[in-house]
């Protein structure tokens, strides 16, 4: 399974249980990778980081918004984690937006 698919399939594994999203939302990001390598999900840090950086840049341009400080969706963040950001807010948008993440990040080699 490639690292896009497992990343995708961490985040909705954590979307569907609060308690999970809970623990792990306060951790770092090589926390949380660790976490999902443990759930039978590997993908580490710096996959992570450049695909989700690729999937908000494309959401961008789907919306027809620039990719900058005034990006929609950033203002979704303020009071929240980042991986609480990632799986309530940018994987259902992905989504409604028809992204989809294999094909970035087949273009990225993960």
Request: glycine letters at 4%; zero cysteines.
């Amino acid at each position: 399974m490639s690292s896009s698919s497992n990343m995708s399939d961490f985040l909705r594994s954590v979307a569907a249980r609060a308690d999970l999203l809970d623990s792990l939302k306060v951790k770092s990001m090589a926390e949380v990778s660790a976490a999902a390598g443990a759930f039978g999900f590997p993908f580490d840090e710096q996959e992570f980081k450049a695909l989700l950086w690729d999937l908000e840049m494309q959401l961008a341009r789907k919306r027809g918004e620039p990719f900058d400080a005034s990006f929609s969706l950033w203002q979704t963040m303020w009071g929240r984690s980042y991986l609480e950001y990632l799986v309530n807010d940018l994987m259902p948008s992905l989504a409604e937006a028809d992204i989809d993440i294999t094909t970035i990040a087949n273009k990225r080699g993960l």
